[in-house]
């Protein structure tokens, strides 16, 4: 088959190179235009397309999807199959255009956690399981019917990080397994077997914006916890802390432990002994601070954040 892989971040090259090291035939690969960024505003490539440009694939770059020229240079690939990873939202005309389809991987186990951020939201809101899910497109976003999935497990210690790279190995072996099935049904001349979304399972998960990753510590210290975690290591929950009247200063929590205890200390006050700890009042507890980032300093552990910022009696978190 002649397959067009599209995708952009790093989750989706481990998928693109399973294909690859399978042997299927990806005549191009669809990535995001290069982008501004850093303080220099230099233009950044994505991660497909570096790792399109190091194995010499074809590779385009359309700003716009309904784009006539690109369109035309879709069409002039004779395509039989698009693989989609992480990429953005697709027009009709690209999702119907190859002979057996377009199929996105999606980092949940569907129909819940539809949207841009399902390994995000399945930590913040304490899941215990999630998954990978494999599905042919159609015109609503993440509602086609599913071909594959496969369960992974939630700790309660998993981070949004290790959720990533655990999904990202298991995504990249279902976009294979799905690849491999396809050719099969061709070969054989058999129907694939698809299961239908149920509309009353569904729950969503946005785009992550700068308010969501705002801690409120009159919350709960686990509903705390899991947004650290869920947010964990990027885009990072935050809080702003100050001593007194002076200038608060933003504080990115990367990890932190949780504790249940009574207590009638304000939401947001601080416990610490200078040197090893520091724990931060919430509703039902709290919330001690391992790993921790100042701004316009490094991350660092808390006992070292400690040796530069002195905390106080009347020190808040808010």
Not at 99 to 121: C, D, E, M, Q, V
Request: glycine letters at 6%; proline letters at 4%.
């Amino acid at each position: 088959m002649r397959i067009v892989f599209m995708g952009t971040p790093e989750f989706a090259v481990a998928s693109l190179e399973a294909l690859l090291k399978n042997d299927y035939n990806v005549v191009a690969v669809v990535t995001a235009p290069d982008k501004p960024a850093g303080r220099g505003q230099q233009l950044h490539q994505s991660a497909v397309k570096k790792y399109a440009l190091e194995n010499n694939l074809k590779l385009l770059q359309p700003e716009k999807l309904k784009s006539p020229t690109f369109i035309s240079e879709l069409e002039k690939l004779n395509i039989d199959l698009q693989i989609v990873v992480a990429f953005r939202m697709l027009p009709e005309i690209v999702w119907n255009l190859p002979k057996h389809g377009t199929y996105n991987l999606h980092g949940s186990l569907l129909p819940k956690y539809r949207g841009a951020a399902p390994i995000n939201w399945a930590i913040i809101n304490g899941e215990n399981k999630t998954g990978v899910t494999t599905f042919k497109l159609k015109q609503e976003i993440d509602t086609g019917n599913i071909l594959f999935n496969e369960e992974v497990e939630i700790s309660n210690t998993t981070t949004a990080g290790d959720l990533h790279d655990t999904l990202m190995i298991k995504g990249a072996a279902l976009v294979v397994k799905t690849v491999k099935a396809i050719q099969t049904s061709i070969n054989e001349n058999v129907e694939l077997e698809f299961i239908a979304q149920d509309d009353h399972d569904v729950c969503h998960a946005p785009k992550i914006f700068k308010e969501t990753c705002k801690i409120n510590w009159n919350d709960t210290n686990v509903n705390i916890y899991n947004l650290i975690r869920g947010l964990s290591p990027f885009p990072t929950a935050y809080s702003e802390i100050r001593t007194g009247s002076g200038t608060p200063q933003l504080v990115k929590i990367f990890y932190a432990t949780f504790e249940n205890f009574t207590h009638n200390e304000a939401n947001g006050s601080l416990a610490t002994d200078n040197k090893t700890f520091m724990r931060v009042f919430c509703k039902r507890g709290f919330i001690e601070i391992t790993d921790l980032q100042l701004q316009g300093k490094k991350r660092m552990k808390v006992q070292d954040f400690l040796r530069g910022f002195k905390i106080e009696d009347d020190t808040i978190f808010f």
